[in-house]
């Protein structure tokens, strides 16, 4: 049997399914120089300052990136996945809220940060939302803000194999979880042009580091 095509709705059962054993991805021998590297370079362009994750998942990243952060709020839908992350220890400067990674809802109306951090979450969101979602994500941000994106590349023998293509360029895969159960993922795997195109007219500094199974995305607002 087939797994269902992707929603947002199938995707949150998904990582809802997937929360006890999300983190064995960063367990991947061949990943661990990238994770290092990465991992070291988090803290800096968050020092001092009021930082939004978003879809902070089981907290790999948070307590990197945060740690000299002055206020660090990582934010998810998905209770099962934050959890896992509330239950690590964490910088003082950490909380953690439910909120919409799609639209901010969970936010206040007038709450507003000089930084944001996205870890592999650009990848599932779909192509014709990208711009839009950059957008909203910006409107949360001061001028000045800095920002950084993270996610995975396509790598033969590491990456799950690529199902199928649709329409408007989006990629998908066919993941199969511990319970035996069986779903479609939405997962795109962006150039640099692609996503710096995206990216929208306030944005300054962009630079992109491509490492072998990842790759970073940073840039600041005008």
Known sequence: MSAPAATAESMAEYYARRA???????????RQP????MEA?????FAGRRV???ACGTGWWTPHGAAHAAHWLATDLNPETMAIAQAKS?????????????????????ERFD????????????????????????ARLAPGARVRHLDNRFVLQSSTPISRRD???????????????????????????QAVAALGPRTREARWTEYTHYWVLDYTLA
């Open 20 to 30: 006890q054993s999300y983190e064995r991805v960063y367990f991947k021998p061949e």
């Open 34 to 37: 990238d994770l290092r590297a």
């Open 41 to 45: 370079a988090m803290p800096e362009p």
């Open 52 to 54: 939004l994750e978003i």
């Open 90 to 110: 964490m910088p003082v400067s950490v909380g953690f809220r439910a909120v919409d990674a799609y639209t901010f809802d969970g936010l206040r109306g007038d």
């Open 115 to 138: 930084a944001a951090f996205s870890g592999c979450w650009w990848s599932h969101v779909p192509l014709a939302r990208l711009p839009a979602w950059l957008a909203t994500l910006h």
């Open 167 to 193: 329409a408007e360029g989006n990629s998908y895969q066919q993941r199969t979880l511990d319970d035996g159960s069986t779903h479609e993922v939405l997962k795109n795997f962006p150039a640099r042009e």
